[in-house]
């Protein structure tokens, strides 16, 4: 009890301390006006190999930025004598793409050298994914420089969705400029992504707020023992569709995480009524669900001369001679 207050007190006293910065829509227009389109013929073809790569790519853009802010620090790789983000126990096993994001970048590095962000690549490609799956699209204004070491230990709004209750989110969430609404509707994004069977085994097998026909469906894939790196979709009725069915989901306590079902109780929760807007109409969740990542992909971003560059999104760059 005394330890997770205290996880609660750094967390809010983290996240009070980032604010949003300068970029623009046209950050490249000079010098690699042709990004925007190297990204999405790129993702087109990702998509086309392996819808599933969509999840995982928002997944990782959710993970970047929801430590320190979106400044690709999770693509760098663990050195001799730095341990990185992706081998920290909230990303093991749990992050996917990093080679997706190193073909797009091979080849904006062929067109325009040293001019275009690990971090922008990846908030791009993350828009890219959602579009390509039928989702709503946005503009993303783009600058954002890649940091310099990893942050393995600043866990912010990552830390949160670990410490884990709703309320504790919601704080989060709203700490960082997020209505509930907005909050909720980013959670949406769990309509194209996937879980590893031990995320859910628990839920599947023990639990009463779950649909019963539901719950052995599932468990066919995800036996009491054994396959636990499985992942299956989590909205298992239109795996690789951005749309609204996860909520309809969730309202049918057909909700595979836990995380994901305390979003919608039937008992007059915090983000029942949300829940039941967005499922009863597209149009909403779409709307707010383009405000909030717009937002979210501006969390923390380093600008101007702070950061660089990167040329190999798993490393910094060698420092001039
Ligand atoms: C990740 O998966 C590997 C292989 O299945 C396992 O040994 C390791 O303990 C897992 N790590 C975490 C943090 O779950
Ligand atoms: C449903 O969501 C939309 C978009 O956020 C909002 O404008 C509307 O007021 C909501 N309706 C209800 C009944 O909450």
């Known amino acids: 009890m005394a330890f997770s207050s205290l996880l609660q007190w750094c967390l809010i006293f983290v996240l009070f301390r980032s604010a949003f910065a300068q970029l623009s829509e046209d950050y490249y227009a000079l010098t690699c006006p042709q990004v925007n389109s190297i990204i999405k013929d790129e993702m087109t073809n990702i998509l086309r190999k392996e819808p599933g790569m969509g999840g995982s790519l928002v997944h990782l853009h959710f993970h970047d930025c929801g430590v320190s802010g979106c400044d690709a620090s999770i693509l760098l790789d663990d050195t001799p004598s730095v341990a990185g983000e992706k081998s920290a126990a909230l990303n093991q096993n749990s992050t996917w793409g990093y080679e997706a994001i190193d073909q797009i970048k091979a080849r904006v590095e062929k067109e325009c050298p040293g001019i275009v962000s690990c971090a922008d690549i990846l908030t791009v490609a993350a828009r890219d994914s959602i579009v390509g799956l039928g989702g709503p699209t946005w503009t993303v204004p783009l600058g954002r420089k890649d940091s310099l070491e990893p942050h393995r230990f ?30 909720v509707a980013l959670t949406g994004s769990h309509t194209i992504g996937r879980a590893r069977c031990t995320t859910f085994r628990k839920r599947i097998y023990e639990e009463t707020n779950i649909d019963p026909s539901f719950a052995k469906a599932t468990q066919v894939h995800c036996p009491r023992q054994g396959n636990d790196g499985d992942r299956i979709p989590i909205d298992c009725t239109t795996p690789y569709v951005f749309d609204n069915a996860y909520f309809k989901n969730l309202m049918q306590q057909k909700g595979l995480l836990d995380i994901d079902q305390e979003l919608y109780t039937g008992k007059g929760g915090p983000a029942d009524a949300i829940v039941a807007n967005y499922s009863a109409n597209q149009d909403n969740f779409f709307k707010e669900y383009t405000t909030a990542i717009l937002k979210f992909g501006q969390i923390g971003v380093l600008t101007g001369n702070d950061g660089e560059v990167r040329i190999n999104c798993r490393k910094v760059n060698a420092p001039k001679a």
Do not use: D, H, R
């Open 154 to 183: 600043m866990t912010n709004l990552l830390g949160a969705l670990f410490i884990g209750n709703l309320e504790t989110l919601i704080l989060a969430f709203k700490l960082k400029g997020f209505s509930t609404e907005e909050f």
